[in-house]
């Protein structure tokens, strides 16, 4: 079963870098510079350091103001596999 999860905040923290909130109570920081280095035409706008960190939150996903947006459910998936989340304390 596949959990729903929303991101509930960004915040931009490095040129490639946002720590995220999420519906789960987990947050925690990632690093983005691997697909901004595998570019797109969606993502290369996004190599702008001032672009990217024009990150926002929109319907539970982070997005840019060029239209691009990221799976909030694999976002969080591949952020637990890497050891980058965190919950609050109780």
């Known amino acids: 079963m596949?959990?729903?999860v929303k991101i509930l905040s960004v915040l931009p923290s490095g040129p490639s870098r946002l720590r995220l909130r999420?519906?789960?109570g987990t947050s925690g920081e990632h690093d983005f510079a691997p697909m901004l280095a595998e570019g797109g035409e969606m993502?290369?706008?996004l190599r702008d350091p001032a672009m990217f960190a024009r990150a926002f939150v929109q319907m539970g996903t982070v997005s840019w103001p060029n239209g691009f947006d990221l799976d909030s459910i694999a976002l969080r998936?591949?952020?637990g596999a890497a050891g980058e989340l965190d919950r609050p304390a109780a």
């Open 2 to 4: 596949i959990e729903l």
């Open 77 to 79: 998936r591949e952020m």
């Open 22 to 24: 999420f519906s789960d």
């Open 43 to 45: 993502v290369e706008p």
